[in-house]
DNA sequence: TTCATAGATGACCGGTCGGTCAACATGAAG
DNA sequence: CTTCATGTTGACCGACCGGTCATCTATGAA
């Protein structure tokens, strides 16, 4: 069962590399195949469209990520504050392997498609919007418990938790300009320290 | 003196409004040349490649900036916290006339440029690097001057002025991904509550 | 009047893009 | 053995890409 879909696999996989480490414009459909040992007919029976493939990508990274270090960092277990470190220390450990490997910050994925190509394709758009929401979410939940444990005073905790998640993109975007991953580590640690108050009930 | 200058100038104003619309791989120098109504030939007289293309954008696009609104928004004769809210403020107007012009979001030109293109492009991403560290320096100095006037407790206002900088470019990432300018002007506030502290001398 | 220079013109180039297609291999079900 | 679905192969397509170039025009100095 796994064999009928490995190509399909190693396309998948092949693609995200690709995308991540360079963007979606620039790697064409024939150097997936050609570094996925695929034929451009044999692509094209998986997928009808590089826009498809595009979709495929995100849903592939999406779950590997809930399932990977992003479970891992919201682990209930965890004090809800300490996740927001773990959380930074995991992205500076990913880029900093990545551009040790590659020599250059590829940059989150999701963040690098949504600027390239949210305003050419809304459904893409749409799906990159989704994650981000996804991950707004366990932001939200992780601020909901640590005011629950008295850990921090009430505040706005939806929009804390989008505003935390805008700022790892936007340190992880300027560390990809700076090529340089210590930006995470050093910039980092201040996402604890965004507020946004809860509106006056007048 | 201008005249011999002009199609240089409305081939610059056009690929800039073209690359912030959509992308830099996505705009052909066909359609910036058909819609600055300039000869394929007269736009080589004038860029050699489209990499020297976008390396005056930048340029062009950066000093207008420094001219333009973010000189009005770190004007020094305002008092220094309100500059950062000037600067939320000019960025939620700016990206909510886009889209009420053109239907979408198109984000921070800059941060576009530097997610989709500084792996590829090394010259390019220093460009883009030098534009940021510009920017920063503005933070920089509003927060050295809020710390003597006694508005914030002193703090390490290199990195906090990177980290709001960041802030700044993820929100606007996130708005982006939305399609939503309000993201913006919801979230922007918390850029006051971005603190890191001064490294303790032991 | 000559000459040099800056700029404009548009045909043209090789290469690559995303995508198509008819032919073929394989293997399980009837 | 036949049938059918799933998957593979690689040649092929038109469109478009960034970039080149010989040729022409306009201007201004000598």
Known sequence: MNIEHDTRTRILSTARELFHGRSYADVGIKEICDLAKVQKGSFYHFFPSKQDLAMAVIDDMADEWAHGFVAEAFDQNLPPLERLDYMIDAAYYWQKA?????????????????????????????????????????????????????????????????????FLEGIILLAKTRNDPEVVRILGPAIKTLRIELAHPN
Do not use: W, Y
Not at 115 to 140: C, G, M, P, Q
């Open 98 to 166: 990545a551009k040790d490997i590659e020599g250059r910050m590829p940059g989150c994925l999701f963040g690098n498609l949504a600027l390239e190509i949210s305003t050419r394709d809304d459904v893409l758009r749409a799906k990159l919007n989704a994650v981000f929401d996804k991950a707004s979410r366990r932001f939200h939940q992780a601020l909901d418990q640590a005011v629950e444990l008295g850990e921090i005073p009430p505040l706005d905790s939806e929009a804390t938790a989008a505003a935390m998640l805008a």
